[in-house]
């Protein structure tokens, strides 16, 4: 069976939370058979690559990317009024750190999407019968136990 694991979001705790992804989450799926497709949806920031080198090499240690969808943060931010998101919210803008909080939220629910549709057009270009049976989100941050 085919599974699609979809990483979303900053990767710069990927190094530290690498092992327990591997440990508890590509072994468990690997040990029962399943063919494992990395995607991974992440942003630019502040003109630095999206992945660095030991992001890199955390992945690389995963299994490496079979599809990768990147986004300059800025641009992206560009198209959100996060002020007027944030007073329909009932962020009076003296507690930035609720705001940056809804900021972060909106970026991530934008990184799910994207690397959601990166699976659909892939699977559009599947045949039939190699569909993923599984399709996994599963954000890069954190550790499973």
């Known amino acids: 069976?085919?599974?699609?694991?979809?990483?979303?979001?900053?990767?710069?705790?990927?190094?530290?939370?690498?092992?327990?992804?591997?440990?508890?989450?590509?072994?468990?799926?690997?040990?029962?058979?399943?063919?494992?497709?990395?995607?991974?949806?992440?942003?630019?920031?502040?003109?630095?690559?999206?992945?660095?080198?030991?992001?890199?090499?955390?992945?690389?240690?995963?299994?490496?990317?079979?599809?990768?969808?990147?986004?300059k943060q800025e641009e992206f931010d560009k198209t959100m009024n996060y002020s007027e998101l944030a007073t329909r919210n009932g962020f009076n803008g003296t507690d930035s750190s609720a705001k940056g909080s809804l900021i972060n939220h909106i970026r991530a629910l934008h990184s799910l999407q994207r690397v959601g549709q990166a699976v659909q057009r892939n699977m559009h270009d599947m045949p039939s019968d190699h569909d993923y049976g599984w399709v996994i989100f599963i954000r890069p941050d954190m550790l499973y136990i």
Request: hydrophobic share 50%.
């Open 1 to 71: 069976m085919l599974v699609a694991l979809c990483f979303f979001g900053l990767l710069r705790s990927l190094p530290i939370t690498q092992e327990s992804i591997l440990e508890n989450v590509i072994s468990p799926l690997a040990m029962a058979g399943m063919d494992i497709h990395i995607y991974l949806h992440s942003f630019q920031v502040g003109g630095k690559a999206a992945v660095n080198r030991k992001s890199s090499e955390a992945l690389n240690k995963l299994g490496g990317l079979d599809y990768a969808v990147y986004d």
